[in-house]
């Protein structure tokens, strides 16, 4: 049985994720980098490649890019002078869901 602590505790945890998904340009962001795994590319989208696929300059993807890899929802790799980055969905949807979770049985019990 989950209590307000808890739940709480999971909601904080989780506030990254909404701060990252509350903004239409890291949302646009999010929608572009799977164009890579769709054309056979596991490696992920450097900045420029981002870039050409929005209407932003490479230092504002830069900087949604970091929010977004801080929040845990992309994830980056080094190859060379570039890096690549790539959706790293899995843990942040077991988060997520931890979240739902919660809510549910503070429902439930009710």
């Known amino acids: 049985m989950a209590n307000a602590k808890e739940l709480e505790a999971q909601f904080h945890h989780c506030m990254p994720?909404?701060?990252a998904l509350g903004d239409e340009v890291r949302?646009?962001?999010i929608e572009v980098l799977p164009g890579a795994y769709l054309d056979g590319r596991s490696d992920?989208?450097?900045v420029n490649e981002i870039?050409?696929?929005t209407?932003?300059?490479r230092p504002a993807i830069s900087h949604h890019l970091k929010i977004l890899k801080e929040s845990g929802l992309v994830d980056a790799r080094q190859s060379?002078?570039?890096n690549f980055y790539r959706l790293t969905l899995l843990e942040t949807n077991r988060e997520l869901m931890s979240l739902g979770t919660l809510?549910?049985?503070i429902f439930d019990d009710r």
């Open 103 to 105: 809510v549910n049985e």
């Open 55 to 57: 209407n932003l300059s």
């Open 44 to 46: 992920g989208l450097n």
């Open 27 to 29: 949302l646009r962001i």
């Open 17 to 19: 994720l909404f701060i």
């Open 51 to 53: 870039t050409s696929q």
């Open 80 to 82: 060379g002078t570039s």
